[in-house]
């Protein structure tokens, strides 16, 4: 099952920070994609992209888990340590509840970042957790 998570959100990934660099796909389901954020998505995903098809079971499973984990943790943080404000990146001035600056003006995070960095957390760590090495469940 990591192998295919990794597989499917990769792609998912990359067309995300690929998409994320048209104009009017800056604001894509609320979120706030910049150049950072689309990179930091491209690379993402073609990492995960390497896991699904050229990595071991073993070594997907481990991305799987250790990314699942990241993104869970950087969702819960972004609700804690958002603050009610507008977005300083050009064409997102929309006032949000959770906005957190990373890094002002180039990697801005906010509701919709949240809730979608905790259910990709949440999807990696369902895939890894289904998948056993030893035992019957050994291939994807």
Known sequence: MAKTI????????VLVGIAGFVPSMQNL????????????HIVSGLIAL???FAGSLSAARGFALVFGAVYLLLGIAGFILGKEGASSMA???NTDSHLWAVLPGQLEL???????????GIIFLLG???TR????????
């Open 128 to 130: 890894a957790l289904a």
């Open 110 to 120: 906010g509701t919709a970042d949240h809730g979608v960095h905790i259910a990709l």
């Open 50 to 52: 390497y896991f699904g």
């Open 91 to 93: 064409n997102m001035t």
């Open 133 to 140: 090495i030893n035992g019957a469940r050994a291939t994807d």
């Open 29 to 40: 389901m609320g979120t706030h994609l910049s150049m950072v954020h689309n990179i930091v």
């Open 6 to 13: 990794c597989k499917l959100l990769g792609i998912v990934f």
